[in-house]
């Protein structure tokens, strides 16, 4: 579970729970936390001044460099004049992937009078554009030092242990991944973080660079790799394969499960299967991050709710999804952010793709003020908008299948399957199929019922229940992430 590591004169620390006040003694114990300004403490009331002051000089900038926006504000009758504040932001249209995808570079800042700043530092890519090739995603010197400050203050606010060993478990990918880079990111801005890397992912036959899974479980054993990021479905998979060679993994004190959602009960497969190779009680943290905002936005204990360490950089709003009207606190709808502090990529009102609800309560557990992404569904903070799907008639919302079949003892991988009951006859029936990889001496019989009763209690449904190897769900030699919902239907129908 979750605590705060308070460095100590003879280099061991007192752990302690996370409260305010030991957050408090956390950042005092450490100077770099200590002389940080850090505005996810401020009172809202300044929190919000600064933003509005930020976001009227962005849109100075998105007034002499934008290309999109300017041509929406035209079209939508806008001038200068009628954008002052935050409040004035719903007068904006929604932006969505499909726009931002169909021209990347018109979302690109060109400003009259550019400085060194103003270079392009660099790339990385998002969702593929509408040709098929990934979307860039620009960013500036200035951009790279924000994201710095914002991953510095990441780090105090998960909780990190000061001067430890790191490992970036993100693959080393065929195109820039903010995975991997804000990774390295972490390792260059932590205290005193040596990091080390696994190097794994798809293989490029000219330059073989890539490494292994077994070399990544072997940098983490004998480097007593201390904290660790990566994809939430590979560090499990590694997990499971270090533990049947009955590896040492006594060092391991924080992960960061990144990329998808890790509810609950892969939280606690993983933690037990840790604790089996020596670790003591370590914290799994499922932080939410996306392309957009070049960075996660960090849990400061189990299940606290997804902190902006940054409010000088974004504002989130969650709006109706037919509206765009912004939602009150608690209520589930669209997740929008706009930049306040960005010379390169700049979005205002970008709709990310998911469905979430979010909060701006002060943190019962560390005391920042900053707002919150809220758990949403079951043990998972979001939904993707473009899973929602309907069967037999009846929308559902997968996460809730996801959260379920996850939270079920004696699965060690999983895949929920939309199909036909006859694939050839797309007019028949609709049917839910669920892909399970049983743990070793399980009663399927037992696990097979379990599933079924637990989604007839969710959905109102009955699953056919297959029993497959893990490989045939996901195989991380081959894929980034594991793909836990799949549609087979046809989409003409």
Same mark, same amino acid.
């Given at each position: 579970m979750s605590v705060l590591y308070i460095p100590k004169d003879d280099g061991t620390y007192e752990k302690v729970p996370v409260t305010p006040e030991n957050t408090r003694r956390y950042i005092e114990s450490i100077p770099l936390y200590r002389d940080d300004d850090d505005p996810t403490f401020w009172p809202q009331e300044k929190i919000r001044e600064m933003q509005d002051q930020m976001f009227r000089r962005q849109m100075e900038w998105v007034w002499d460099g934008h290309d999109y926006y300017k041509r929406v504000f035209k079209e939508q009758g806008i001038e200068p004049g009628d954008i002052q504040s935050l409040d004035d932001l719903e007068k904006i249209p929604l932006t969505f992937k499909k726009d931002y995808m169909a021209e990347p570079d018109a979302f690109k800042l060109k400003p009259s009078n550019p400085t060194l700043y103003d270079w392009i530092f660099e790339v990385t890519y998002t969702t593929g554009s509408t040709t098929g090739v990934p979307t860039p995603f620009w960013n500036t010197i200035h951009d790279a030092h924000g994201i710095w400050q914002m991953i510095f203050r990441g780090i105090k606010l998960g909780g990190f242990p000061p001067y430890s060993r790191g490992i970036n478990l993100f693959p080393l990918g065929p195109v820039p991944h903010i995975g991997f880079f804000r990774a390295r990111d972490i390792g260059m801005m932590g205290l005193g973080t040596l990091s080390m890397y696994g190097c794994t992912g798809m293989t490029y036959p000219e330059f073989p660079v890539h490494r292994s899974i077994d070399y990544a479980i072997d940098l983490i054993e004998k480097g007593r790799a201390e904290v660790w990021l990566g994809i939430a479905s590979f560090i499990r998979r590694l997990i499971m394969r270090a533990e049947e060679q009955g590896r040492d993994f006594s060092a391991t004190k924080h992960i960061q499960a990144l990329g998808e959602?890790?509810?609950?009960?892969?939280?606690?497969?993983?933690?037990?299967?840790?604790?089996?190779?020596?670790?003591?009680?370590?914290?799994?943290?499922?932080?939410?991050?996306?392309?957009?905002?070049?960075?996660?936005?960090?849990?400061?204990?189990?299940?606290?709710?997804?902190?902006?360490?940054? +409010?000088?950089?974004?504002?989130?709003?969650?709006?109706?999804?037919?509206?765009?009207?912004?939602?009150?606190?608690?209520?589930?709808?669209?997740?929008?952010?706009?930049?306040?502090?960005?010379?390169?990529?700049?979005?205002?009102?970008?709709?990310?793709?998911?469905?979430?609800?979010?909060?701006?309560?002060?943190? +019962?557990?560390?005391?920042?003020?900053?707002?919150?992404?809220?758990?949403?569904?079951?043990?998972?903070?979001?939904?993707?908008?473009?899973?929602?799907?309907?069967?037999?008639?009846?929308?559902?919302?997968?996460?809730?299948?996801?959260?379920?079949?996850?939270?079920?003892?004696?699965?060690?991988?999983?895949?929920?399957?939309?199909?036909?009951?006859?694939?050839?006859?797309?007019?028949?029936?609709?049917?839910?199929?669920?892909?399970?990889? +049983?743990?070793?001496?399980?009663?399927?019989?037992?696990?097979?019922?379990?599933?079924?009763?637990?989604?007839?209690?969710?959905?109102?449904?009955? +699953?056919?229940?297959?029993?497959?190897?893990?490989?045939?769900?996901?195989?991380?030699?081959?894929?980034?992430?594991?793909?836990?919902?799949?549609?087979?239907?046809?989409?003409?129908?």
């Open positions: 959602a890790c509810p609950r009960g892969m939280r606690e497969d993983m933690r037990q299967r840790l604790m089996n190779m020596g670790a003591e009680d370590p914290f799994i943290s499922n932080s939410y991050g996306f392309t957009e905002m070049q960075g996660a936005m960090p849990e400061c204990t189990d299940f606290s709710g997804c902190h902006n360490p940054a +409010p000088n950089l974004y504002f989130f709003e969650v709006v109706d999804e037919q509206t765009g009207k912004r939602l009150p606190d608690g209520e589930r709808g669209l997740i929008c952010i706009t930049h306040l502090n960005r010379r390169g990529t700049v979005l205002l009102r970008y709709v990310i793709g998911d469905i979430g609800a979010m909060t701006h309560e002060t943190c +019962p557990y560390c005391g920042r003020n900053s707002e919150r992404i809220i758990i949403a569904v079951g043990s998972t903070y979001a939904t993707r908008t473009t899973e929602l799907v309907k069967l037999k008639g009846t929308l559902i919302n997968p996460e809730v299948l996801r959260d379920e079949v996850a939270n079920t003892p004696g699965v060690k991988e999983y895949q929920i399957i939309f199909t036909k009951k006859d694939p050839s006859d797309p007019y028949s029936l609709d049917e839910l199929v669920v892909k399970i990889a +049983p743990a070793e001496g399980v009663d399927r019989g037992r696990l097979e019922e379990d599933i079924k009763m637990k989604l007839r209690t969710a959905v109102e449904m009955t +699953p056919k229940v297959e029993f497959v190897s893990m490989e045939e769900i996901y195989d991380p030699t081959v894929a980034l992430k594991a793909y836990r919902v799949i549609d087979m239907r046809p989409k003409d129908m």
